[in-house]
């Protein structure tokens, strides 16, 4: 079993910065990064393969907010900048073994970390 921990979630206002890390022990999974509103379904943000050669992004975020992983550590990063309320959510850690599609058939999750975005 794999076993994910976010960290780094918090409040901000609009405009600001986070950064979430994402501890996990799997050097070579596909790791992503997902959220989940209030009221609203589980949605894709962003993702990086094993060895961190490719990257994806969800539009809504693309230009704002960096994936990256330091596997000496064991951990994926998810810097997020010029932050908005609507980017409010329960941000998920997730890894795979497979690499493609990088923006689905994730089979281990973290617990989530919250982010609150204020205007």
């Known amino acids: 079993q794999v076993q994910l921990v976010e960290s780094g979630g918090g409040s901000v206002q609009a405009g600001g910065s986070l950064r979430l890390s994402c501890a996990a022990p799997?050097?070579?999974?596909?790791m992503g990064w997902f959220r989940q509103a209030p009221g609203k379904e589980r949605e894709f943000v962003s993702a990086i393969t094993g060895g961190g050669g490719a990257t994806l992004y969800a539009d809504s975020v693309n230009g704002r907010f960096t994936i990256s992983r330091d596997n000496a550590k064991n951990t994926v990063y998810l810097q997020m900048n010029s932050l908005e309320p609507e980017d409010t959510a329960v941000y998920y850690c997730?890894?795979?073994?497979?690499?493609?599609?990088?923006?689905?058939?994730?089979?281990?999750w973290g617990q989530g970390t919250q982010v609150i975005v204020s205007s």
């Open positions: 997730a890894a795979k073994l497979v690499t493609y599609p990088l923006n689905g058939g994730y089979n281990y």
């Open positions: 799997v050097r070579t999974f596909t």
